[in-house]
């Protein structure tokens, strides 16, 4: 029972290359998220999708897209990777309006 | 003003004392409360709920106080594996989002 699987697990990139970000749950829930953590900072909402065919921006979307592929898959794509954009990101998912929120195990993205 | 504050710590302690620290919010609609655990690299996992009247899970208490909006975690007799960061999590009723506390980090010492 895999739960919330992101890959990849490390990247690097240049200024300017873009990327997608891969997240995939197995618990069947209707609600995914992706945050990004920097230190001090804690977790800050990018986009979310509270269900299937339905995305919305969080605290910080700028430079950020999603798709929303399937109910079990979430992705974020970078168009255009700036060195702003280093940190560690999380992707999760829930039951709508109810805990707890499950997260994956992280991407840690160097933009260089 | 950030929507939860908490003290950054560290709080280093020595196994089996005690110690507790606090996270403030800034909503007081706020409805949800949790605490969660993050060890170095590993991805938040949730803890435990905070409920109205308080609510203890094993060596963990949490309290909230709607009026001064600020909840606590207490962990009584320490162990080694309680060495975390601790994030303080905060909901408003019906709202997909959580918003998160920075952490406060506890380091238990033999």
């Known amino acids: 029972n895999a739960g919330v699987t992101q890959t990849p697990k490390f990247q690097v990139l240049k200024t300017g290359q873009s990327m997608t970000l891969q997240c995939a749950q197995d618990?069947?829930?209707?609600?995914m998220y992706w945050y990004r953590q920097d230190p001090g900072m804690g977790l800050r909402l990018i986009y979310y999708s509270a269900s299937e065919g339905t995305t919305d921006k969080g605290e910080v979307p700028n430079g950020y897209n999603v798709s929303r592929l399937n109910k079990r898959e979430f992705s974020l794509r970078l168009e255009s990777a700036a060195p702003s954009q280093t940190s560690v990101y999380f992707c999760?998912?829930?039951?709508?309006?109810?805990?707890?929120?499950?997260f994956g195990d992280g991407t840690r993205l160097s933009i260089l | 003003r950030k929507e939860v504050e908490q003290d950054p710590g560290p709080f280093n302690v020595p196994e089996g004392a005690t110690v507790a620290f606090n996270c403030t919010y800034s909503n007081s609609a706020s409805q949800s409360f949790f605490w969660y655990r993050q060890d170095c690299r590993k991805e938040p996992k949730l803890l435990m709920s905070?409920?109205?009247s308080g609510n203890e899970d094993g060596r963990f208490t949490a309290q909230l106080n709607r009026a001064s909006q600020y909840i606590s975690l207490l962990i009584r007799d320490s162990k080694l594996s309680d060495s975390a960061t601790y994030l303080c999590?905060?909901?408003?009723?019906?709202?997909?989002?959580?918003?998160f506390g920075a952490g406060t980090t506890v380091t238990v010492r033999a």
């Open positions: 905070v409920y109205s």
């Open positions: 618990m069947n829930h209707n609600s």
């Open positions: 999590v905060v909901n408003m009723l019906n709202d997909y989002k959580l918003s």
């Open positions: 999760a998912s829930s039951e709508p309006g109810r805990q707890p929120q499950h």
